[in-house]
């Protein structure tokens, strides 16, 4: 397994991954940003948030590599070639919804971070975003689809739950919904094709019985990582988690603050439930 990829293997049907808490800058980036303005990227603290997971019998896949370096939750289609210097010969997205993210400049190889400052003072080369896809997506995506398989094989059926965090109020460059207040928790399964719609359904509810705000499918539907491997006739059900980082953060500092150790007894609490629940006996 990559130096760059953190996986710990479980017992249970649940799998989780953090693909965005990666604070290994590798030395080859050589972004013309300060680091402090890299570090906004990140979904600062996830891991630590969810690390009881693996004592629980989840399986653990964590991205200790930037996003900003490598996005491990994009196709390896949205790349913005204006970016490479010697051109790309490889496949890449047409239609505009998939070209959403990479308009905003946050495809496979970031552009802009989410103020819209340019990462780069330069092109980058066909060898190193092919490097970057070796060594970061790829082991990546190989630990999410075994760990997977491995709690299907296991069960007849695999919950995935792929974790992130989000601002509270949504910056310029991030999403299509500049300035939007967001929720305490945003649910996604790309509009039920995921996952069972009931599966996700009660996530919203135990967190709202935790006294949660909780949207379902807006503004994140849920990107790669769930598209790839959700499948929920199969009874692979994939969804997106995203949390406010004010509940548990200094959005100023990065510093966790009075409401992390709430927030992660409930995160377990959560977790603990979706351990004893059974998506096949779900209405």
Same mark, same amino acid.
């Given at each position: 397994? @990559?130096? $760059?990829?953190?996986? $710990?293997?479980?017992?249970?049907?649940?799998?989780?991954? @953090?693909?965005?808490?990666?604070?290994?800058?590798?030395? *080859? &980036? /050589?972004?013309?940003?300060?680091?402090?303005?890299?570090?906004?990227?990140?979904?600062?603290?996830?891991?630590? $948030?969810?690390?009881?997971?693996?004592? !629980?019998?989840?399986?653990?896949?964590?991205?200790? &590599?930037? /996003? @900003?370096?490598? *996005?491990?939750? /994009?196709?390896?289609?949205?790349?913005?070639?204006?970016?490479?210097?010697?051109?790309?010969?490889?496949?890449?997205?047409?239609?505009?919804?998939?070209?959403?993210?990479?308009?905003?400049?946050?495809?496979?190889?970031? =552009?802009?971070?989410?103020?819209?400052?340019? $990462?780069?003072?330069?092109?980058?080369? %066909?060898?190193?975003? =092919?490097?970057? +896809?070796?060594?970061?997506?790829?082991?990546?995506?190989?630990?999410?689809?075994?760990a997977i398989a491995a709690a299907h094989a296991r069960h007849g059926y695999s919950i995935h739950l792929n974790c992130h965090s989000m601002p509270a109020i949504s910056s310029a460059y991030?999403? *299509? &919904?500049?300035? !939007?207040?967001?929720?305490?928790?945003?649910?996604?399964? /790309? *509009?039920?094709?995921? %996952?069972?719609?009931?599966?996700?359904?009660? +996530?919203?509810?135990?967190l709202r019985g935790f006294g949660y705000e909780v949207a379902y499918n807006h503004p994140y539907k849920g990107v790669e990582l769930v598209r790839r491997y959700g499948d929920p006739g199969a009874q692979r059900h994939s969804i997106q988690i995203e949390v406010n980082r004010k509940l548990y953060m200094d959005e100023a500092s990065l510093e966790?603050?009075?409401? &992390?150790?709430?927030?992660?007894?409930?995160? =377990?609490?959560?977790?603990?439930?979706?351990?004893?629940?059974?998506?096949?006996?779900? %209405?």
């Amino acid at each position: 397994m @990559s130096s $760059l990829v953190r996986t $710990l293997p479980g017992s249970a049907p649940l799998v989780l991954d @953090s693909p965005h808490s990666g604070v290994n800058y590798p030395a *080859d &980036f /050589r972004s013309r940003c300060e680091l402090h303005v890299l570090r906004r990227a990140e979904d600062t603290h996830v891991e630590k $948030l969810y690390d009881f997971a693996p004592g !629980l019998g989840a399986a653990w896949i964590e991205a200790l &590599f930037p /996003r @900003s370096y490598l *996005d491990a939750n /994009r196709n390896l289609t949205e790349l913005d070639v204006a970016l490479i210097a010697d051109g790309w010969n490889e496949p890449v997205a047409s239609d505009p919804a998939t070209l959403a993210k990479v308009r905003l400049g946050k495809g496979l190889i970031w =552009r802009l971070t989410d103020q819209g400052e340019p $990462l780069y003072d330069r092109k980058l080369t %066909a060898a190193e975003v =092919r490097s970057r +896809i070796e060594r970061c997506w790829k082991p990546y995506h190989q630990a999410v689809e075994g760990a997977i398989a491995a709690a299907h094989a296991r069960h007849g059926y695999s919950i995935h739950l792929n974790c992130h965090s989000m601002p509270a109020i949504s910056s310029a460059y991030s999403t *299509d &919904f500049p300035g !939007l207040v967001h929720a305490d928790f945003v649910i996604g399964d /790309r *509009d039920g094709s995921t %996952a069972a719609p009931a599966l996700s359904q009660r +996530i919203c509810d135990v967190l709202r019985g935790f006294g949660y705000e909780v949207a379902y499918n807006h503004p994140y539907k849920g990107v790669e990582l769930v598209r790839r491997y959700g499948d929920p006739g199969a009874q692979r059900h994939s969804i997106q988690i995203e949390v406010n980082r004010k509940l548990y953060m200094d959005e100023a500092s990065l510093e966790p603050n009075e409401g &992390f150790g709430r927030l992660q007894g409930h995160l =377990r609490q959560l977790i603990e439930h979706l351990l004893a629940t059974d998506p096949r006996k779900l %209405a």
